[in-house]
């Protein structure tokens, strides 16, 4: 794993990596942010699909950080692969979203299309953030990649099954929200006694599946 960093501000850095988003990034820098949530120094690390961003205190050395964060990726490199407990998650959907029919004019395809579609590929939960429990899944088969609405709604219901541009997700609880409703759950995904307010961890896959065919 190859991170570029850039100044992000006084007091943080930004990583970043030029690969596309996939399952080991997201794991290798997941496993990178929680070593370095361990030094004084860092106050947050978080990631997104190929970025760190380390959060420092104001008193923290930049030199010194960036060669900490050098030797922590020498020494995973050295390690090859890191072994990391991961789940598969399976959420029944009922693919009945007021927005299926849009995303249906968008692309083209008929409803029973876009649910095969949308249920026949496992997702990597790339990130979390946004609201607690919040989980970024990806990657969406392409020939349902739609932008993201062009008005946002207001209000967007817990545990709603949107898409948007390559990305899937549930939302865990009601806010406001520009993804594309296809579907509901009853799944609760927001976990109070998690360390990531979620479910999912980063690197856990996600199994959508329609509950027509129970």
Known sequence: MKLKAYAYGPNAILYRSDEEPNRA???GLEILAERLRKFPQVLEARISYCELLLVLSSNANHEQIQALVGDLLLESSAANEVQVPTRLHKIWVSYTGPDLEDVAEQTGLRFQEIKKLHTGQK???????FQPGFAFLGTLPAPIQVPRRSVPRIRVPANCIAIAAAQTAIYPHESPGGWHIIGFTKREVFDVDSDSLSIFQVGDTVQFSDVDEL
């Open 25 to 27: 990034l997201s794991i």
């Open 123 to 129: 997702y990597t939960v790339h990130a979390l953030g």
